[in-house]
């Protein structure tokens, strides 16, 4: 099941018309792929139980909305004034969406990527020499009378 069907969103949207059915269609696999992305979790993706929380709604929503008002690659206002012109431009968060949208999903569904690291296994003392080079050179008197 998608997370948001094409006439959830044109409820949510306030669209009547058919005009751009296709276009939304065709946005919301994609939307859907960026969420899983974003969270790093794929609700259950291509299975029987895969399932997305109904609040993600508002947000693949806003996600729609801002594929369809960039779809040439036009940058969004976020606020704009006449008298003194002035522009500001919604701040863009890494995945390419708005950074409210991107923090927001994050925040309520967002999974934690854990990478392990190889342990370290060898030793170095503070002259950046190793356990080997230590043996193998014979005793070293870096404090007075005590060898290392």
């Known amino acids: 099941m998608p997370v948001i069907t094409l006439a959830e ?5 306030g669209i009547s018309g058919t005009t ?6 065709a946005l919301i696999p994609m939307v859907q792929s960026d969420i899983i992305s974003i969270c790093n979790y794929d609700f259950g993706e291509d ?4 399932d997305f929380p109904e609040g993600m709604k ?8 801002y594929q369809r008002a960039t779809a040439g690659n036009v940058p969004t206002k976020q ?25 927001g999903l994050k925040s309520k569904w967002g999974h934690v990527s854990a990478k392990t690291t190889q342990p370290v296994s ?5 002259r950046g020499q190793g356990v080997r080079s230590l043996s193998e050179s014979g005793p070293s008197y870096s404090y007075p009378g005590v060898p290392v």
Request: glycine share 6%.
């Open 122 to 126: 060898a030793f170095r003392d503070r």
């Open 20 to 25: 751009q059915d296709a276009l939304i269609k």
């Open 9 to 13: 969103y044109k409820t949510l949207a």
């Open 79 to 103: 606020s704009e004034s006449i008298d003194g012109y002035s522009y500001t431009r919604a701040e863009i968060g890494a995945s390419g969406y708005p950074a409210s949208v991107e923090s």
């Open 47 to 50: 299975t029987d139980y895969e």
């Open 58 to 65: 508002l947000y693949a929503a806003q996600m729609i909305t």
